[in-house]
């Protein structure tokens, strides 16, 4: 209808302001992380670049400020096969929480989202959206079942349902269930709660790992 086709368009004027402040800001920040990052560190690279799922399925590259060390998936497929422990907590929630491949920067940068700033690149472009569903990763798609069909009706976004209703505490199925409610219940007024929210948390810290 006309009221949910304009509210899209705003959303992507939304989007396309914010995203050029971002990226604005990611000029100084990353000057900042630079200062900060250890030598040996700053050969590797400041950033990543990472394939992920974006709308009606289709393969995106995001981008990171890069908070890992080099050949961390090489380095998880070694720990879930040496621990059990580990194979079991990455099943059940896609990530470690004290994940031992975070760099000390890293930590830092994930621990007050910094991490994901450099995908307002990604919102500018119009592959992602500053408010959405999580941006899966291609090998997810098998573990996101019925839920898949319906996510990816909406653009991935930097912030959304799981990272404030929960955030790193959250296990994969919860994360998939509110995911879909966010694309069965858009709305701009949705989305402006959810950025109050993602404000108020990183402020305070939350839940992030």
């Given at each position: ?22 990226v ?18 700053r ?35 070694q ?16 990530k ?24 307002f ?36 976004g930097?912030t ?7 955030r ?23 989305d ?18």
């Amino acid at each position: 209808n006309f009221v949910k086709g304009f509210s899209r368009i705003l959303k992507r004027v939304i989007d396309i302001i914010v995203s050029f402040l971002g990226v604005l800001f990611l000029i100084p920040l990353t000057i900042l992380i630079w200062l900060k990052t250890d030598k040996k560190e700053r050969k590797e690279g400041l950033f990543f670049t990472q394939e992920r799922i974006g709308r009606n399925g289709e393969k995106i590259v995001i981008y990171k400020y890069r908070s890992m060390v080099t050949g961390a998936d090489k380095l998880l497929e070694q720990m879930m096969k040496e621990e059990p422990q580990i194979k079991e907590e990455y099943e059940k929630n896609k990530k470690l929480k004290n994940d031992p491949r975070v760099t000390k920067i890293g930590e830092f940068l994930r621990r007050t989202s910094l991490d994901e700033f450099p995908q307002f690149i990604n919102v500018f472009k119009g592959e992602m959206s500053f408010v959405g569903p999580r941006p899966y990763l291609p090998r997810e798609k098998k573990d996101m079942g019925r839920y898949y069909e319906k996510i990816v009706k909406s653009k991935p976004g930097i912030t959304g349902m799981w990272q404030t209703h929960g955030r790193s505490e959250t296990d994969f199925e919860e994360r998939l269930i509110l995911d879909e409610y966010y694309y069965r219940n858009w709305s701009l007024w949705l989305d402006i709660v959810i950025i109050i929210k993602t404000i108020k948390n990183v402020i305070g810290r939350k839940g992030a790992y």
